[in-house]
């Protein structure tokens, strides 16, 4: 991908040079279409069934022993295909959004989450997204195959006794923010120099190194912040059951696809 990436960009440099600033804008553009189409791709037919293999793993709830292709398969009973995992994180986005939006009263929420105000809740709200995939994991510890219901426990446990979870989720984003800062750095500053000594547009390599650091971040650092994440909110819910009660009013934020417990 990246490869084809950086053919894609020369052709535009090349077209700057000879067939005016529009044309090389649109290559540009349809470079980076390019670019988030395959990786849309790659999302829908590969790359969400190794998270939901990783998200297994990380809940400790798998028998694969070490197999990735076992634990793909024995994913497969919370998340059967692409369209329910794509429904399953928006879904706990919308509940997490609700949550923190909503300041609790609907959703019950501990003083810690109501009084939480400016950075903290913005950075609340770019963690919703890994704080998603970790209720996920802990749906997966508490051996539900039923994905509506399990997910619902598992966020009612998040909701209730979530709170040291929710301050680590907030030191993971600046973590991730630094790491993939980092590696952009590393990247760019020699790509910097090799395309200038090469005679090659600076702004090629600059493009290049966005895009690699960010696959490297994906591979990377983003399953550690996961990592983190998961373990935490595991330990912090041991030997809680979820309310009943906040479980039926989660239910409302479910699709019907979703509401119904597996057979």
């Given at each position: 991908m990246v490869?084809?990436?950086?053919?894609?960009?020369?052709?535009?440099?090349?077209?700057?040079?000879?067939a005016g600033q529009t044309v090389a804008v649109a290559a540009v553009l349809l470079a980076v279409l390019g670019w988030w189409f395959s990786g849309r791709v790659l999302q829908r037919f590969f790359l969400y069934r190794q998270r939901a293999a990783m998200l297994l793993a990380f809940s400790g709830g798998s028998s694969a022993g070490g197999s990735m292709a076992s634990a793909?398969?024995?994913?497969?009973?919370?998340?059967?295909?692409?369209?329910?995992?794509?429904?399953?994180n928006r879904t706990l986005r919308l509940?997490?959004?609700?949550?923190?939006r909503r300041e609790g009263a609907e959703?019950?929420?501990?003083?810690?989450?109501?009084?939480?105000?400016?950075?903290?809740?913005?950075?609340d709200r770019l963690a919703m997204g890994s704080l998603g995939q970790a209720v996920l994991a802990l749906a997966y510890a508490r051996g539900g195959t039923g994905g509506g219901r399990s997910v619902r426990e598992g966020l009612a446990l998040y909701f209730a006794h979530g709170t040291e979870s929710r301050r680590l989720a907030r030191r993971w984003v600046l973590?991730?923010?630094?790491?993939?800062?980092?590696?952009?750095?590393?990247?760019?500053?020699p790509n910097w120099f090799f395309f200038r000594s090469a005679g090659a547009p600076l702004?090629?390599?600059?493009?290049?190194?966005?895009?690699?650091?960010?696959?490297?971040?994906?591979?990377?650092?983003a399953p550690f912040v996961l990592a983190?994440?998961?373990?935490?909110?595991?330990?912090?819910?041991?030997?809680?059951?979820?309310?009943?009660?906040?479980?039926?009013?989660?239910?409302?934020?479910?699709?019907?696809?979703?509401?119904?417990?597996?057979?």
């Open positions: 490869i084809i990436l950086f053919a894609m960009l020369l052709i535009a440099s090349r077209l700057a040079g000879g793909i398969e024995e994913s497969k009973s919370l998340i059967p295909d692409y369209p329910c995992w794509k429904m399953l509940a997490l959004f609700a949550f923190i959703f019950q929420a501990p003083p810690t989450v109501r009084g939480a105000g400016g950075i903290a809740r913005v950075l973590f991730s923010a630094a790491g993939l800062l980092f590696l952009f750095l590393c990247l760019a500053v702004w090629i390599g600059v493009v290049l190194a966005a895009a690699i650091a960010r696959l490297l971040h994906q591979a990377f650092i983190g994440l998961s373990a935490a909110l595991l330990a912090e819910t041991r030997g809680h059951e979820p309310d009943l009660e906040l479980c039926e009013k989660l239910s409302a934020l479910f699709p019907a696809a979703l509401s119904a417990d597996a057979r």
